[in-house]
């Protein structure tokens, strides 16, 4: 983690488009380069799996890491699940924030609403697909299954608790709703209507989004780069979070070369400088803290639980003095 990191601040707010909620995370450290960053998480999963990532990014400018509607807690809205209804909630807070051009990230399905939402605004420079879906030759809920199994053994049992929490707060009839949406959305078509630099970021070992889907979307996108992560599996977002922060910053700065490959040692989140027993604790408290709020649809929870559990991660990672 950066040497000089400042203890980021949490603020939870909710973004209503009809009756669609949108829960939107801030996270600021007070640095302010002129970009921000909007992070959309994939299928059945909330913004937790940015718990590393948007600190990082928020050294460089404003975070905002969204929970779409149907997932982390957040109600569902009644209309159809597809990439084209999320594109809607993330213009929507686009505009309500006066975002002109912020770095859109997206992780698997989230890579679907990203795209959707380059293909309509050609005013944005810069974004980031990490992980994407669905590649169309494998298409089917079954071999995804596959693929997705083949990815999670190589994930860490944190992951896999956070992935557990998401979808019981999602519930499995929505998730199950969403899904054919997703396998049936056309990345490779909508990508190219997009007129945006995009960064293509991979895990090593993740079967959901092979290399032969990467170099389809390269070929056929406006711009485009592509990197692959060593060691990293399908959450490579959350699991290599720094790596991803890292080549995220090169690419906005347009000084990451087209094509490359990030060892593990670069890229990995490191073990935290002030790990004990109590700092597990905390961790784990907040995080339940915040399932049980968003179940209960306590948003002020959600938010209390937030920003303890950014100061716990602030307090295990902060430099030694």
């Given at each position: 983690m950066p040497g000089d990191s400042?203890?980021?601040?949490?603020?939870?707010?909710?973004?209503?488009?009809?009756?669609?909620?949108?829960?939107?995370?801030r996270v600021t450290t007070g640095a302010n380069t002129g970009r921000s960053f909007v992070l959309v998480a994939g299928i059945g999963v909330a913004s937790t799996y940015f718990e590393f990532l948007a600190p990082l990014l928020a050294e460089k400018g404003e975070?905002?890491?969204?929970?779409?509607?149907?997932?982390g807690g957040v109600p569902a809205s009644g209309e159809h699940p597809t990439a084209e209804f999320f594109a809607d909630q993330v213009e929507g807070v686009l505009d309500h924030y006066g975002l002109t051009d912020p770095v859109l990230i997206g992780h698997s399905m989230g890579?679907?609403?990203?795209?959707?939402?380059?293909?309509?605004?050609?005013?944005?420079?810069?974004a980031v697909l990490v992980s994407p879906?669905?590649?169309?030759?494998?298409?089917?809920?079954?071999?995804?299954?596959?693929?997705?199994?083949?990815?999670?053994?190589?994930?860490?049992?944190?992951?896999?608790?956070?992935?557990?929490?998401?979808?019981?707060l999602c519930g499995f009839l929505y998730f199950f709703e969403a899904l054919p949406h997703m396998l049936?959305?056309?990345?490779?078509?909508?990508?190219?209507?997009?007129?945006?630099?995009?960064?293509?970021?991979?895990?090593?070992?993740?079967r959901p989004s092979p290399r032969r889907l990467h170099s389809r979307l390269v070929a056929r996108a406006h711009a485009a780069r592509r990197w692959e992560i060593e060691?990293?599996?399908?959450?490579?977002?959350?699991?290599?979070?720094?790596?991803?922060?890292?080549?995220?910053?090169r690419h906005v700065r347009d000084e990451l070369a087209p094509k490359g490959r990030m060892p593990a040692a670069d890229a990995v989140v490191p073990p935290a400088a002030h790990a004990d027993v109590r700092m597990v604790l905390g961790a784990m408290a907040s995080r339940?803290?915040?399932?049980?709020s968003a179940a209960r649809k306590d948003e002020d929870g959600v938010e209390r639980a937030k920003a303890r559990h950014a100061r716990v991660l602030w307090d295990a990672y902060r430099p030694s003095r």
């Open positions: 400042r203890p980021a601040e949490v603020q939870v707010d909710t973004y209503r488009r009809g009756p669609a909620r949108t829960r939107v995370t975070v905002y890491a969204l929970d779409l509607p149907g997932f890579t679907q609403v990203v795209t959707e939402v380059l293909a309509r605004r050609h005013g944005l420079s810069h879906v669905v590649d169309e030759s494998e298409a089917t809920a079954p071999l995804q299954a596959v693929r997705f199994v083949q990815s999670t053994v190589r994930e860490s049992m944190h992951i896999a608790l956070l992935a557990v929490s998401a979808y019981l049936r959305y056309r990345i490779s078509e909508r990508i190219a209507l997009g007129r945006t630099t995009v960064l293509l970021v991979r895990g090593e070992y993740d060691g990293a599996a399908h959450c490579v977002v959350n699991s290599h979070a720094v790596g991803v922060a890292r080549l995220t910053m339940v803290a915040e399932w049980i």
